[in-house]
């Protein structure tokens, strides 16, 4: 799964650049690992995947949110932009995504992509648009949309 949908982020373009997967954060002599990121160019921003089997599950977004704070203080470069984050799974409940990711900050989507906050109108055009994102990656593995 995770080569599948590597290669529908690069073959989107967009700027996107692969950074890795299982990406190693090391803070405070703890561990942690992003399951895919990225970098877009375009954006200057780097943006973080997490690849969930199954339902969508509130705590995931608190995963994403603590993630992109660490990205954002031991990672990213001082003229890039703040971190965003994907969290792609099987299903999710909207009442429960809402719930879950408001208050959130950093900018966060769940399955469709949908952003917690707008992007900015010069941002629009740098980003491939929610439904084509998950067309592509749906075609990809092999589900039917």
């Given amino acids: 799964m995770v080569d599948k949908i590597k290669t529908v982020m690069l073959e989107l373009g ?9 990406y190693r954060i090391l803070a405070q002599g703890n561990e942690y690992f992003i399951d895919l990121l990225f970098y877009n160019r375009k954006l200057k921003s780097l943006v973080a995947m997490e690849l969930k089997m199954g339902k969508f599950q509130p705590e995931h977004a608190g995963k994403m949110n603590f993630y992109l704070n660490l990205l954002d203080d031991f990672v990213r470069e001082p003229d890039e932009n703040p971190s965003i984050g994907i969290v792609l799974c099987s299903e999710r409940n ?35 648009k929610p439904e084509e994102l998950e067309k592509e990656i749906l075609r990809e593995l092999g589900v039917e949309n």
């Fill in 14 to 22: 967009y700027g996107f650049t692969f950074m890795g997967n299982q």
């Fill in 94 to 128: 909207n009442f429960e995504v809402e719930y879950a990711l408001r208050g959130l900050n950093n900018p966060v989507g769940v399955s469709e992509f949908c952003l917690t906050k707008k992007l900015p109108p010069e941002w629009a055009d740098k980003l491939p």
